[in-house]
């Protein structure tokens, strides 16, 4: 974390000063186009602040004076590369190639800038699309973006500093607050409430009273932002380090009862015994221990992990459904698990995330307490081989999912419970070594099921199949001569 002496607006201001000076000769010979041309040009948005955090970028965003067609014109000549996917909006992105580097290389680091002319833009109340007006000076494009922080520039070519809505110090403050009426600055974007909350887990900023207690009194305005938009920002969030801050503010102003209600549902009251822990506070700790578990980018759960980030918070998703007072004093939330993957999948398929990563969540959360219904005693190899089956590739997943699960302040337990999982690892490493466990088949394919039995095409082909299967869960490799016999035997018995 930085300290006070480094987080003061002069301290911000060197900090950018070196950071700008990395990247400027691309973004200020930029300048120079677009002046020579008659146009206004500057660096705007997350460049200009991460710079002032000390993080430079080779993706620049830019703000210009010029007319789309005119911006395009110029980023022909100025780039290796330009598309215009985004001209609707104003925007002209482009490439220039690392120095010494054709298309299609790897070496060095590309140059990456998107331009966006001036612009206005604000909701039709009825509508999911924001409608763009086009500006004409930087002041008032700035005043249309989302959080002061964000709202500063730097005049190319000749690195004037801008700042109207004095965003450094509100970045020296670690605060987050719009530029006009947070009420207005909503209710043009809504959108920009969930970015609040993705700034405060990126950043770690907190977010000024004003602007939050708008986010409170505006949450519901956020239904009119499409699925695709909202979900990208949940993906965002949940990727930062640290996605806690931000799924606590979600939470906390009544955003996330829109768009992942699921998640404040788990803030069960907790009865006068206290027979139960607190379940939202308990999945924002495995989220956190999950993380923890990730590996670097060669490993087996590179970070950051969508699926297991996904899963590890909403892992008890199904606990209030299911949740029930027994007569000894307890609670009991039988089949939580089932329940929960039916309402993972559902939620994800809402918000329009890609299939895998709805089926690989959903299949997490189903499979997260698989390890504690074989209890204490020993792992058989059958209990290894399908535990390993049904996790299938998601296995080096579920095992971070499970240890994180383990939230007891009872240090014995704790333990007990690694020490029972490490066990299970071992005896999965175990039997790898003599056999291949992670893609169990039976001994027989299909052709020679039909071939032994002289049958065609059918569904016996695919009992018998599962027979040899469940067969070689149990006892493991069998051979082609013992399975053989006993699929004779079971077809015998199944024609009788």
């Known amino acids: 974390m930085p300290t006070p002496e480094s987080s003061t607006p002069a301290a911000l201001l060197r900090r950018a000063l070196t950071t700008l000076t990395e990247m400027a000769p691309a973004a200020v010979e930029l300048g120079e186009v677009f002046r020579?041309?008659?146009?206004?040009?500057?660096?705007?948005?997350?460049?200009v602040r991460d710079a002032f955090l000390g993080r430079p970028s080779s993706d620049l965003d830019f703000a210009t004076s010029a007319t789309p067609?005119?911006?395009?014109?110029?980023?022909?000549?100025?780039?290796?590369?330009?598309?215009?996917?985004?001209?609707?909006?104003?925007?002209?992105?482009?490439?220039?190639?690392?120095?010494?580097?054709?298309?299609?290389?790897?070496?060095?680091?590309?140059?990456?800038?998107?331009?966006?002319?001036?612009?206005?833009?604000?909701?039709?109340p009825a509508s999911r699309k924001p409608v763009v007006a086009f500006g004409d000076t930087l002041d008032g494009d700035l005043s249309r973006r989302d959080f002061t922080v964000n709202a500063m520039a730097v005049r190319l070519p000749d690195l004037t500093f801008v700042d109207p809505f004095d965003g450094l110090t509100d970045l020296a403050r670690g605060v987050l607050r719009t530029p006009?009426?947070?009420?207005?600055?909503?209710?043009?974007?809504?959108?920009?409430?969930?970015?609040?909350?993705?700034?405060?887990?990126?950043?770690?900023?907190?977010?000024?009273?004003?602007?939050?207690?708008?986010?409170?009194?505006?949450?519901?305005?956020?239904?009119?932002?499409?699925?695709?938009?909202?979900?990208?920002?949940i993906t965002k969030l949940l990727l930062a380090p640290r996605p806690r801050p931000g799924l606590e503010v979600l939470v906390d102003t009544g955003l996330a009862d829109q768009v992942l209600p699921e998640l404040p549902a788990l803030r069960l009251e907790i009865d006068e015994h206290h027979r139960h822990k607190d379940v939202y506070q308990h999945s924002l700790i495995v989220l956190e221990q999950a993380i923890a578990q990730e590996t670097g980018p060669d490993g087996p759960v590179p970070a950051p992990d969508l699926v297991l980030r996904l899963a590890s918070?909403?892992?008890?998703?199904?606990?209030?459904?299911?949740?029930?007072?027994?007569?000894?004093?307890?609670?009991?939330?039988?089949?939580?698990?089932?329940?929960?993957?039916?309402?993972?999948?559902?939620?994800?398929?809402?918000?329009?995330?890609?299939?895998?990563?709805?089926?690989?969540?959903?299949?997490?959360?189903?499979?997260?307490?698989?390890?504690?219904?074989?209890?204490?005693?020993?792992?058989?190899?059958?209990?290894?081989?399908?535990?390993v089956t049904d996790a299938g590739p998601?296995?080096?997943?579920?095992?971070?999912?499970?240890?994180?699960?383990?939230?007891?302040?009872?240090?014995?337990?704790?333990?007990?419970?690694?020490?029972?999982?490490?066990?299970?690892?071992?005896?999965?490493?175990?039997?790898?070594?003599?056999?291949?466990?992670?893609?169990?088949?039976?001994?027989?394919?299909?052709?020679?099921?039909?071939?032994?039995?002289?049958?065609?095409?059918?569904?016996?082909?695919?009992?018998?199949?599962?027979?040899?299967?469940a067969l070689r869960m149990e006892h493991g490799p069998l051979g082609t001569e013992r399975a053989t016999a006993e699929l004779r035997t079971w077809w015998e018995s199944r024609q009788s």
């Open 394 to 469: 998601l296995l080096e997943r579920l095992h971070r999912l499970t240890r994180a699960d383990s939230t007891t302040r009872n240090k014995r337990r704790a333990q007990r419970l690694a020490d029972a999982y490490t066990a299970l690892e071992e005896r999965i490493d175990h039997l790898r070594e003599q056999e291949e466990i992670d893609a169990i088949r039976p001994d027989l394919d299909g052709t020679q099921i039909m071939a032994i039995l002289d049958i065609g095409p059918s569904r016996d082909v695919g009992a018998a199949y599962k027979h040899l299967l």
């Open 180 to 233: 006009i009426a947070p009420e207005r600055s909503f209710d043009d974007d809504p959108l920009r409430m969930l970015r609040a909350a993705r700034f405060a887990a990126q950043l770690g900023f907190g977010i000024e009273p004003a602007t939050r207690a708008a986010i409170v009194e505006m949450a519901g305005r956020i239904d009119i932002v499409s699925a695709e938009r909202v979900q990208a920002e």
């Open 36 to 47: 020579d041309a008659g146009h206004e040009l500057a660096l705007v948005g997350g460049p």
């Open 69 to 124: 067609d005119e911006t395009q014109a110029l980023l022909a000549r100025w780039g290796d590369a330009h598309w215009d996917i985004g001209k609707e909006f104003g925007t002209i992105g482009a490439r220039r190639f690392a120095k010494g580097r054709r298309a299609g290389g790897v070496d060095g680091q590309d140059v990456v800038v998107e331009v966006t002319t001036y612009r206005t833009d604000e909701y039709d």
């Open 313 to 387: 918070l909403l892992h008890d998703v199904g606990k209030p459904a299911t949740r029930r007072f027994e007569d000894g004093g307890g609670v009991s939330f039988h089949h939580h698990e089932v329940v929960g993957a039916k309402l993972v999948a559902k939620r994800l398929r809402a918000l329009k995330f890609e299939k895998q990563v709805v089926k690989d969540v959903a299949r997490l959360v189903e499979l997260h307490l698989r390890f504690h219904g074989y209890g204490d005693g020993a792992w058989t190899d059958s209990a290894v081989r399908r535990y």
